[in-house]
């Protein structure tokens, strides 16, 4: 039990888990009926789920999809991609753009879909290529799109803030009919499992971390590092697209201005309380996508205890403080060494 | 492979400069280059055309600011026409600098009148006396300024508290049994937030409606949906949404309509919104939503009015604001009011 204790009080989880059982228990002590789940029938007709528990997960999944791909640009990058707001702009501008003056159908929307997914790539690549052949450090080189996208998706919007809706859309944004599960949920968990199996079954997850901490000796054992930073991008560009597109079919129309706005530093903000190092490396997707669960429900807990607007924010930073402030090496360190005291075992240091 | 790519986004970035850097510089560069030249004849040319074309120049914010802003640049555009007896010359911009060189330059340019929507309010002091000097003839639309009242002939702007009134009267005059209201915020400290908040924080003050929440959602549409989502999940009544823009009154409906909780004229719920975008008036005419409210963008007419007729009613011209109910709107109003398509 000692070793299983040692080795999950070791983990980088830790923290988010942590943080996110606090959550948990304070919202529980606040309202005991707080993560009650009802089955009641939407206007559609369908019986679906509600409560605040699946408004949290619902609403986390766009956060949760790009913090997986930010993950893989920050280990790969050692930075960050801070036009990921602004690029699902353009992707979702796009989606709506070859949806309007259209019949939807199932093919059109599958169409849509990949016409944004290329373009969400090409600006992806755009980003990687900077990065990868430029060696412009990750945030000045996204910096170019984080100004100029929003005016892109403008553009193409013709300024306005074009509404599409269709049953099918409600039914990628809400539910699908017979389905008591929001489809971004089920979307969030499709994309996950795919992520994990393509690090499982191929090497791509290796590579990302071995060009991360060392670049020069991964590319002296034959990696092919721009490559590897390319792909990270173009990776994080279908994160992109997946999100836009989820995003624009929960209401039904494209605001180029609000959509997933400031959603980079969430993302940023997810793969940082996932316990992973913003300076690449080594990484654990699955700690940020509770890094994603836990921003969200820190939303959606500030919302149930109606903190004035004005407020929300500075409340939002003091339990980020606290959480960043815990998961600091110096605390960690600290923590462990407390931990084997208690445990009655030699610390490290006097091993040494 | 490299080469290609650098040569390839090396391309990319000279067309990107290309393409942005024709739009804003032609409004200042054109004056200037003239400038030289405009010396000599600046003084007759304006006597000679005086009867045939009158000289405006636009300073105006960009129209990719907000729907409101493409609305009303297209409005400008519509009235200051060469048909209509106007040479119009414009400039946008979110830069109250870059605004002021531009007000300079069609100054300098000879322009007969300046009509301005500024950036920030301050600063306008000089630029409006050189104007007055020059016997330009300034009008502010939109936004005012801090600058004395005779340094221009009038201003033709909205009165941001008026629509909040109008809205709120509007849901007073339904006569509801009991009001028990989500009030979902735009950005914090913006002028429209702060317009459309505060008579609505009146009638919680006084009692006579009841705030079951009040957040922003920074203009977000999705940000909204899940305010919404998270009152019914606490199972709190309410029957009236007022959210401060259409955006956001279409998330709160979304996620009224995953709830399972019917909306709109005779329903559960009063939905109300802000902008009169095209769209949101169609969900007003289908009786989904109730109410829709306008920050009037036209002010081209007005001030087209003030030139021709040479006379100025006020220094101060409130802009009728509008405010739309679900069992009066038509089908003409959303074609001449709505903004956007």
């Excluded at chain 1, 789920?49 to 993950?71: D, K, R, V």
């Excluded at chain 1, 892109?152 to 049953?167: E, F, K, L, M, R």
């Excluded at chain 2, 549409?221 to 029957?239: C, D, G, L, M």
Aim: glycine letters at 8%; hydrophobic letters at 50%; proline letters at 3%.
């Amino acid at each position: 039990m000692d070793k299983g204790l040692k080795k999950f009080s070791g983990s980088q989880l830790v923290v988010p888990l942590f943080a996110l059982f606090l959550l948990i228990v304070f919202n529980l002590i606040r309202d005991v009926g707080f993560f009650s789940i009802n089955i009641i029938t939407n206007n559609d007709g369908n019986t679906v789920l509600s409560g605040n528990i699946i408004s949290i997960i619902n609403g986390a999944s766009e956060l949760a999809i790009l913090a997986i791909g930010m993950t893989l640009v920050t280990s790969a990058t050692k930075g960050q991609d801070i036009s990921v707001g602004a690029a699902a702009a353009i992707a979702g501008s796009v989606f709506v753009s070859v949806l309007r003056g259209t019949q939807i159908t199932l093919p059109i929307i599958l169409g849509a879909f990949l016409a944004c997914c290329i373009v969400a790539i090409i600006f992806g690549s755009f980003n990687g290529t900077l990065v990868a052949a430029f060696k412009i450090q990750p945030m000045i080189a996204t910096l170019i799109l984080f100004s100029a996208g929003r005016s892109i998706a403008y553009w193409i919007n013709g300024g306005a803030t074009p509404t599409v809706s269709s049953p099918l859309l409600v039914a990628i944004g809400g539910f699908i009919p017979g389905f008591p599960i929001p489809t971004p949920i089920i979307i969030m968990i499709m994309f996950v499992v795919l992520i994990w199996l393509v690090l499982k079954f191929t090497n791509l997850g290796l590579f990302t971390q071995v060009v991360g901490i060392n670049e020069k000796s991964a590319r002296l054992n034959g990696i092919n590092t721009a490559w590897t930073k390319l792909l990270s991008f173009i990776i994080l560009g279908v994160c992109v697209a997946i999100s836009g597109v989820i995003n624009v079919c929960r209401i039904g129309l494209i605001n180029h201005e609000t959509i997933l706005i400031d959603i980079e530093m969430d993302a940023i903000l997810a793969v940082a309380i996932g316990g992973n190092s913003l300076g690449g490396g080594k990484f654990n997707l699955t700690g940020s996508v509770i890094g994603a669960f836990i921003i969200q429900a820190l939303t959606v807990t500030l919302y149930a205890m109606k903190v004035p607007s004005t407020a929300v924010k500075a409340y939002k930073a003091i339990v980020i403080i606290a959480i960043v402030i815990i998961s600091s090496p110096i605390v960690k360190e600290y923590a462990l060494q407390l931990r084997d005291k208690l445990l009655k075992k030699p610390t490290k240091i006097m091993e040494n | 492979m490299k080469k290609v790519l650098g040569i390839l986004l090396v391309v990319a970035l000279v067309l990107g400069m290309c393409a942005c850097g024709a739009k804003t510089p032609a409004a200042t560069d054109a004056p200037k280059a003239d400038a030289p030249k405009a010396d000599a004849p600046k003084a007759d040319a304006p006597k000679a055309d005086a009867k045939k074309v009158i000289k405006v120049g636009i300073v105006n914010n960009p129209p990719s600011e907000s729907g409101y802003r493409a609305a009303n640049v297209a409005d400008m555009e519509k009235v200051f026409t060469e048909a209509n007896g106007y040479k119009a010359s414009t400039f946008y911009s979110l830069k109250n600098d870059e605004q002021l060189n531009a007000a300079k330059q069609f100054i300098t340019d000879g322009v007969d009148y300046l009509l301005l929507s500024a950036a920030a309010t301050d600063g306008w002091d000089a630029v409006l006396k050189s104007a007055k000097e020059a016997g330009v003839k300034v009008f502010l639309f939109d936004r005012m300024i801090k600058a004395d009242e005779s340094l221009y002939e009038a201003a033709v702007v909205s009165d941001m508290a008026n629509q909040g009134t109008t809205a709120v009267n509007w849901l007073k005059a339904q006569k509801l049994p009991e009001y028990n209201v989500i009030h979902i915020q735009g950005a914090m400290g913006s002028d429209a937030q702060i317009g459309r908040t505060a008579a609505l924080d009146a009638e919680f003050k006084a009692g006579t409606m009841k705030k079951v929440v009040q957040q922003t959602a920074t203009w977000d549409e999705a940000q909204a949906k899940k305010i919404v989502e998270s009152v019914i999940n606490s199972k709190e009544k309410f029957n009236v949404i007022y959210a401060e823009n259409d955006g956001m009154a279409k998330g709160a409906v979304a996620a009224l309509d995953e709830a399972g909780i019917t909306h709109g004229v005779g329903k559960d719920v009063v939905v109300m919104g802000f902008d009169c975008n095209k769209w949101a008036l169609r969900e007003l005419l289908a009786k989904k939503w109730n109410y829709d409210g306008q920050c009037s963008p036209f002010q081209a007419k007005v001030i087209d009015e003030m030139i021709k007729s040479g006379k100025v009613a006020s220094k101060k011209v409130i802009s009728e604001e509008k405010g739309f109910d679900a069992n009066t709107l038509t089908q003409a109003d959303i074609d001449t009011y709505g903004l956007g398509e």
